[in-house]
């Protein structure tokens, strides 16, 4: 019997069975942090149209980031289904997570990501008339995360 179905058969997560979770975690949060860090610095600047931009991008780029995650989770799954399992086991193993969401929609996401961000970015510009730069920076919190949390794993890494 594969991990995954063993832990599904336990009740816990799926996730908590896949190498790097941790590290995906931290990318998420640190997103934010990064965002938030840089809209609390323009709000202390007084610049209240940079806050939203950076707010705005921060959550596009942690939109973004779960949108790939949970794409390429679901790929990993469902490609690690064994193709002959017992009866019980089989049952399991077809029910998707829910965590997972339904295949159509999250092959959806994932293909289509870069266009739900861009018009993310194009709602935020036209309807808060932020600056665009401010959005950009905003989405550069990804980055930055990603950088952080590799600079992290590298000095403390998962046992």
């Known amino acids: 019997m594969s991990v995954r179905l063993r832990m599904i058969g336990q009740g816990q997560k799926v996730e908590s069975g896949l190498p790097g979770e941790r590290v995906l975690r931290r990318i998420a949060w640190l997103t934010l942090g990064f965002g938030g860090a840089a809209a609390l610095l323009a709000m202390a600047l007084h610049r209240p149209d940079w806050t939203k931009g950076l707010i705005g991008g921060a959550v596009l780029g942690w939109l973004n980031f779960r949108w790939l995650s ?30 997972m969401g339904s295949p159509f929609g999250t092959s959806f996401l994932l293909l289509f990501r870069y266009a739900l961000v ?42």
């Open 70 to 99: 949970r794409g390429i989770r679901t790929v990993m799954l469902r490609a690690s289904v064994p193709a002959r399992v017992p009866s019980e086991e089989a049952e399991i193993a077809t029910k998707p997570a829910k965590s």
């Open 118 to 159: 861009a018009l993310g970015v194009y709602v935020i510009f036209m309807y808060l008339h932020v600056p665009l730069i401010s959005i950009g920076l905003g989405l550069c919190a990804l980055v930055a995360a990603i950088m952080a949390a590799s600079v992290w794993e590298v000095l403390q890494p998962e046992s």
